[in-house]
């Protein structure tokens, strides 16, 4: 896959973590929601695929699924199935800590459109 690496933060601790481990942060000009569950970090987008429900309102289950605080429909953190089965895809990017942080890539010629 043909991606450009973007830096979303220097270490863990500049995420800014709300109590429910997601946060909302912003490279390259667009917004990403940023899931951290059982030692691993996730980035998918920031509104749902439903109806644009703030991601980083929700909650993280216990299988590692990001619940969308609107309706509730449950998204894959690892690969953004709508498990909670109304067929929906939550879009999610690939991340890789580097030595001087953590970088989101992005496929050449993204919008950023979600
Ligand atoms: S907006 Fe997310 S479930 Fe409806």
């Not at 749902?48 to 309706?71: E, F, K, T, W, Y």
Request: charged share 20%.
């Amino acid at each position: 896959m043909n991606l450009t690496w973007h830096k979303l933060a220097e270490s863990i601790e500049e995420i800014p973590w709300n109590a429910n481990n997601l946060a909302e942060i912003e490279a390259a000009g667009r917004s990403f929601c940023l899931a951290r569950h059982n030692g691993q970090v996730f980035a998918i987008a920031p509104k749902c695929p439903h109806a644009s429900g703030r991601m980083a309102g929700g909650v993280i289950d216990g299988q590692g699924n990001v619940v969308c605080p609107l309706h509730r429909y449950k998204f894959c953190l690892s690969n953004g199935r709508n498990v909670s089965g109304e067929g929906y895809f939550l879009k999610h990017f690939p991340l890789e800590w580097r030595e001087d942080g953590l970088y989101v890539g992005l496929q050449k010629g993204f919008l950023g459109i979600f």
